[in-house]
């Protein structure tokens, strides 16, 4: 791709599917790469392509980047840009070919490779989906072999930045420091614009967020990185924003991928410089003999309605309409849950207002769709006072389940397809050490006195989603603040400040050299985002819930 003796800028122009489309065109325009990545796939994405391939086996792949590339293919062979992405879905030999069309009709020379054997539905009967995380030693081959677009599917988000930089400085399959540090740039850059300012605690510090840049990852040979950015974009790249992006998805300190263990209790970041933040030290070991399967199945077919209870006696309308509604319909699948509560004061028709949300789930479509419908309409008329709802009536959708599995490393055929159209099968790793479970941690310490104030006046949060379970990540901004997180915010006093938490089991893993403290929710988020009845399914706002909460020790 480059020298070996030079610096990799490695940048990304995606962190979802649906993230912003003139990214790839602004990352490759903006200022000097080596590569670009994308990343297009979470849980409910691979839900939401599977259905796609149901309906059209040449599809399953993420169709809006293949629409970017027409616009910015060329400029990204002129300019010696190396693609690779995990676009490819359930389906990348399906991106690759379309890939090669489309430069044919646009008349240009690029080389296509793509990575597959993700795809382990032979081995898990009756899903959808089944897909394992693969590592980044595909990418490397198809690099070598001069592809200038990679295409994979289900591999980790991090392998997207560490197969080029593996590429790049030769790297050897047992390098576990480079390895593990090139993962943790990787970790920082996947999610877009969120390492440079976007979902950040403290938002209204960040410049220019209107319309925030991407991340760039300068990786060196040792592993070592710098965080950065194209000059003149929106957004910032700080210690902060750095810290709140390793925060996202993150359970214990050792985080676990197929090529390597990363250290995140190891992980030092130093401001450099406006919108340059080193990242060192990080330190890796084998990886586990067994991956992780992403597993979606559908789970039957959901529907949902919000009344809206106006003035007084606010609970005893919503229980009126929960028998009304119970009676009709049963009450198996259906959850319910009242939302904001109506100010005592009411300046306005909708401060004196409550949310009462109810969600049915069931295998068949009748009930969950003009049953449920017909039956919460049929009250408008008599419930109680003031009856209405937030939107008119709907169908029954489907809904997926997700859940995970482990497998061998051994059992996979983690293969790439090279330009030439030869296969290369890729070998496990060299070696794998069992990983052990991490030890929730929690205070050792007299809690530490303080005066009453809101978390988020002192501390950042960042939250998210892993399957059923849900991170909460809490950083100070300074060492005396951090004493009072380390010594006081413990699983309980957390349970305490969010009631909804009380009966669920709560893991705590301090990461001091990031001044911070990752607590792991097991079962708040129920079978995945796409099943999930909670108000936020995919817990993005829990840490802002905690910031909003005053505590007092």
Not at 20 to 49: K, Q, S
Request: aromatic share 8%; charged share 20%; hydrophobic share 40%.
């Amino acid at each position: 791709m480059t020298q070996r003796n030079s610096t990799l800028r490695i940048g990304n122009a995606s962190g979802f599917y649906g993230d912003r489309f003139d990214a790839v065109r602004e990352m490759l325009e903006g200022g000097p790469l080596d590569v670009l990545t994308g990343d297009y796939l979470a849980e409910l994405t691979m839900l939401i392509l599977g259905r796609d391939l149901m309906k059209d086996p040449t599809k399953g792949y993420a169709k809006t980047f293949l629409r970017q590339l027409e616009g910015t293919l060329a400029t990204a062979v002129e300019r010696g840009v190396k693609i690779v992405t995990n676009a490819g879905g359930l389906n990348p030999a399906g991106l690759a070919a379309a890939i090669r069309e489309l430069a044919d009709r646009l008349n240009i020379t690029v080389t296509v490779a793509h990575v597959e054997g993700d795809d382990v539905r032979s081995k898990f009967d009756g899903f959808l989906t089944a897909n394992a995380y693969l590592g980044c030693w595909g990418i490397v081959e198809a690099l070598n072999a001069g592809a200038d677009v990679v295409v994979t599917g289900r591999v980790t988000d991090a392998s997207l930045i560490v197969g080029p930089a593996a590429a790049h400085y030769g790297w050897a399959r047992d390098d576990w420091d480079r390895l593990a540090g090139a993962t943790v740039a990787g970790h920082v850059i996947e999610c877009g614009a969120q390492a440079t300012g976007g979902n950040f605690a403290f938002f209204t510090e960040i410049p220019d967020l209107l319309h925030a840049g991407f991340p760039i990852a300068e990786i060196e040979a040792d592993g070592s990185a710098v965080i950065t950015k194209h000059a003149g974009t929106g957004g910032a790249v700080t210690t902060e924003t750095v810290t709140a992006q390793l925060l996202y998805e993150i359970g214990g300190p050792d985080y676990l991928g197929p090529d390597v263990v990363s250290r995140f209790d190891t992980i030092e970041l130093t401001q450099l410089g406006p919108d340059r933040v080193g990242i060192s030290g990080v330190k890796g070991t084998p990886p586990p003999p067994d991956v992780k399967v992403s597993l979606n199945r559908l789970g039957g077919f959901r529907n949902s309605m919000t009344f809206v209870l106006c003035g007084l006696d606010v609970q005893a309308k919503a229980d009126l309409v929960k028998r009304q509604l119970t009676e009709r319909i049963g009450a198996d699948g259906v959850t319910w849950s009242l939302g904001t509560v109506a100010q005592d004061e009411p300046r306005t028709e909708e401060a004196a207002s409550a949310f009462l949300h109810v969600t049915i789930k069931d295998a068949d479509g009748k009930r969950s769709g003009r049953v449920f419908s017909q039956a919460a309409v049929e009250l408008a008329l008599a419930s109680y006072p003031g009856f209405h709802v937030t939107a008119p009536p709907s169908d029954a959708t489907p809904f997926g389940v997700f859940s995970a599995a482990f497998l061998s490393q051994q059992a996979i055929a983690h293969t790439v397809v090279l330009p030439d159209d030869r296969r290369v099968e890729v070998t496990p790793p060299p070696q794998t050490m069992p990983a052990a479970a991490p030890k929730s941690v929690e205070p050792d310490g007299e809690p530490v006195a303080t005066e009453r104030f809101r978390i988020g006046e002192r501390f950042g949060a960042r939250s998210g989603d892993k399957g059923g379970d849900a991170n909460l990540g809490v950083w100070a901004r300074t060492d005396e603040d951090y004493a009072w997180l380390s010594q006081t915010l413990s699983t309980k006093l957390l349970k305490e400040l969010l009631p909804e938490l009380k009966d669920l089991t709560v893991q705590r893993y301090p990461l001091p050299n990031l001044r911070a403290v990752n607590f792991m929710v097991r079962g708040l988020l129920g079978e995945g985002v796409a099943a999930s009845t909670r108000f936020d399914p995919q817990a993005k706002a829990l840490g802002e819930w905690l910031r909003s909460v005053e505590v007092s020790v």
